[in-house]
């Protein structure tokens, strides 16, 4: 019995690996592209400069010496729209080399898959950060970390049992 003899139809499987090897490259080369694509977005007046990868992931942030003449929430809002306009093209940027590579349908399936692993969050803005009071401190040992502080309507409570000033 040759080998011929074994496989049914030789030449329709040596095609099929032949798209299947064609199909694993394409897919490398496209996970190289998504690997080296980030979005890069500059405020109005250049003061704030983001990049990031196409998750979100904030990879640079530069502020030029004119941000620091902003105040604090002018300067949060600023540095969040940036954040948000370089997510917005590093997204249109997937999208146009993710679609063309796998066609429509399979580019929705691709955004669901994504949505999958990062679910939408509504950012916060200015008005609802964490006191700094319960922000960890860099470097410090577990002890010196903050704790919460149970909230009391009792302003004369000092942080003992039972205790009032």
Request: proline share 10%; net charge negative.
């Amino acid at each position: 019995m040759a080998i011929d003899d074994a496989v049914p139809n030789n030449a329709a499987f040596q095609q099929k690996m032949r798209q299947f090897k064609e199909q694993a490259a394409r897919a490398a080369q496209l996970k190289d592209r998504l690997g080296e694509l980030k979005g890069s977005a500059r405020n109005s007046d250049g003061s704030v400069t983001v990049t990031v990868a196409p998750s979100g992931a904030i990879l640079g942030l530069q502020l030029s010496p004119a941000a620091m003449t902003r105040t604090h929430t002018q300067l949060t809002q600023e540095i969040l729209s940036t954040i948000r306009q370089a997510t917005q093209q590093a997204a249109a940027m997937t999208e146009e080399i993710v679609r063309p590579a796998i066609g429509d349908e399979g580019f929705e399936r691709f955004q669901e898959a994504f949505r999958a692993h990062a679910p939408a969050v509504n950012p916060i803005g200015p008005s609802e950060p964490p006191p700094a009071s319960s922000l960890p401190i860099p470097g410090a040992p577990p002890a010196m970390q903050p704790r919460p502080r149970p909230s009391h309507d009792d302003d004369d409570y000092d942080g003992f049992q039972g205790i009032k000033r």
